[in-house]
């Protein structure tokens, strides 16, 4: 094993093992999932982190799998209306709601690989950031993309997603 192949599983390991519970076959787009773009500006340790492409796309596709999964888990009953399922939708899908999610009940903080500066300043602490959501939104587009739809729908159940969200 090359020694960039060493250190990208190292550092996929604790995300996988922890918190997806099953290992990824595009390593890259995980670690696209978790990398902090400060880290990159940074010495990286090998040039090869450099050429994992940004994939801001995750973060659009999981926001729309997530939205998926937020009006799936809505309760239909004979009075539901549009406007109920968008609001469901929004109390559930918001950026702070999803940052504090993956702050508080996931501590994806602890699986992304941040910068030393925003490392040192706790930047997931900062209320007006909503980096957490966003990396959360990437996760679940990576998820999706490496085991579909029920995979996704099985993350969520098992970090109790809606119960928690209904906690914070």
């Known amino acids: 094993?090359?020694?960039?192949?060493?250190?990208?599983?190292?550092?996929?390991?604790?995300?996988?093992?922890?918190?997806?519970?099953?290992?990824?076959?595009?390593?890259?787009?995980?670690?696209?999932?978790?990398?902090?773009?400060?880290?990159?500006?940074?010495?990286?340790?090998?040039?090869?982190?450099?050429?994992?492409?940004?994939?801001?796309?995750l973060a659009t596709l999981g926001d729309f799998v997530l939205d998926y999964a937020i009006i799936a888990n809505y309760p239909v009953t004979e009075t539901v209306t549009p406007q109920k399922i968008n609001d469901f939708r929004e109390q559930y899908g918001n950026n702070t709601t999803l940052h504090r999610y993956a702050r508080d009940c996931l501590h994806l903080q602890e699986y992304i690989i941040w910068g030393s500066d925003q490392r040192a300043q706790k930047t997931w602490n900062q209320e007006s950031t909503c980096i957490l959501a966003d990396r959360f939104e990437m996760l679940i587009g990576a998820i999706y993309l490496e085991k579909g739809l029920n995979a996704v729908l099985e993350f969520l159940t098992t970090h109790q997603f809606f119960k928690k969200i209904d906690d914070l």
């Open 1 to 57: 094993m090359s020694d960039w192949a060493g250190y990208r599983d190292r550092i996929c390991y604790p995300a996988e093992t922890f918190l997806l519970k099953f290992r990824v076959k595009d390593k890259e787009r995980l670690i696209s999932a978790i990398i902090s773009n400060a880290f990159l500006n940074e010495d990286v340790p090998f040039e090869q982190l450099k050429n994992i492409p940004e994939q801001h796309s």
